[in-house]
């Protein structure tokens, strides 16, 4: 297999919103229609026989509901062109599998799982959010351990999660080992909700976080994990029970949403037009490539990750030739070569059979094609 190193520092991110514009577009259109952000998995966490966070005079799967449930009607009233799916719409049990499986079937944009938290320390407060991957801190892990616990509710568990243990440190190593190619946009997106909660709830913000959550991990799109707050927290517990706390949570995660729907829609109905997608790279290939300098090359993503990958990557020896390239503060890497849209296209079906979210990236002249 080989492993090129490819290195492009001239160009930065000055802030997060600028990552979430220029990040959150993975996909070139397969034909002159506009590719455009079409369905939303909202997904209120817990249900049923599993009630979550319980707080003095509320439960989290109560609160949750009533969040998403409201979230989704802003999206019908103001999106009506955005198809919205609910994991659940009732007081019922769904397992995380099941979850993802709506997902992946509803061949999914945007996947929204909605939370709230609990700590032994009641001062603590705010509202976070969590993308998939390894966790930084005790405080995420435990916050994880929790969210996953669920799964011991659920027949068979052991079987249908590999043997994961929910309460073992040792069963998160998985999560290390795999990479989230949509790690970027699920930043992105994170980040925007944040700063609805920060600058237009005036919520607490803990901030963007990582850790590994078994409802992200199977599902093939963006996706992150919303906690609104600490139910723990005697104030926060009032204010989010509340029913201006839940119209106003609500809201937040709306436009967030609505304003991640906005430049996916803006950034891909240019890519339709130059039949490429954003990205950007320098390029050190053998010569026959190199003499494609001038043409758009067509390859195709299949990991996206904070630090830089080994080349002895158990994915990377699955390809005859991995690239990497560098944008922003993540390392990106891609197989397969094509100057046709369409050759590209079919190498995808093979390449999805291995990394089933993988996408399609386009450069010209070794650099990033600018919408």
């Known amino acids: 297999m080989l492993l090129l190193y490819i290195r492009h520092n001239s160009f930065l991110f000055v802030s997060v919103a600028l990552l979430f514009f220029a990040c959150s577009t993975p996909l070139i259109a397969q034909s002159q229609e506009p590719v455009k952000l079409r369905t939303v998995i909202l997904d209120p966490g817990h249900g049923g026989k599993d009630a979550g966070a319980v707080g003095r005079t509320s439960k989290e799967k109560d609160i949750v509901l009533d969040i998403a449930l409201r979230v989704r009607d802003y999206l019908n009233q103001h999106l009506p062109e955005l198809n919205v799916v609910m994991t659940r719409d009732k007081d019922v049990f769904v397992p995380l599998d099941e979850r993802a499986i709506i997902a992946n079937e509803n061949d ?7 939370h709230a938290n ?8 705010g509202a976070e959010t969590f993308v998939l991957g390894l966790h930084r801190s005790e405080d995420n892990l435990e916050v994880a351990k929790k969210e996953n616990s669920v799964i011991v509710l659920e027949d068979n568990y052991k079987a249908k999660y590999e043997g994961f243990d929910p309460n073992s440190t040792e069963s998160y190593i998985i999560f290390e080992l795999m990479q989230n190619v949509y790690l970027d946009q699920s930043i992105g997106f994170a980040s925007a909700v944040q700063k609805q909660f920060r600058e237009r709830v005036g919520r607490h913000d803990r ?14 799109m963006p996706g992150v994990l919303v906690e609104v707050g600490f139910l723990s927290n005697r104030n926060e517990e009032y204010y989010i029970n509340s029913e201006n706390g839940k119209v106003y949570l609500a809201s937040a995660i709306f436009r967030a949403i609505r304003d991640y729907k906005e430049h996916f829609d803006e950034v891909n109905s240019k890519l339709v037009t130059r039949r490429t997608s954003s990205g950007m790279a320098r390029n050190f290939d053998d010569d026959q490539e190199s003499n494609l300098s001038s043409a758009v090359e067509y390859r195709i993503q299949i990991a996206s990750s904070q630090k830089q990958l080994e080349a002895s990557q158990k994915l990377f020896k699955q390809f005859d030739s991995v690239w990497e390239y560098r944008e922003g503060d993540f390392y990106k890497y891609t197989t397969g070569l094509a100057t046709s849209h369409e050759d590209i296209l079919e190498k995808l079906a093979t390449v999805k059979k291995v990394v089933p979210d993988c996408f399609v990236v386009g450069f010209k002249d070794g650099k990033r094609i600018i919408p």
Do not use: H, P
């Open 118 to 125: 609990s700590i032994s320390t009641s001062r603590i407060y």
């Open 108 to 114: 999914a944009d945007l996947f929204v799982s909605i």
């Open 207 to 220: 901030g963007v976080k990582q850790a590994g959550f078994l409802v992200l991990r199977e599902t093939s």
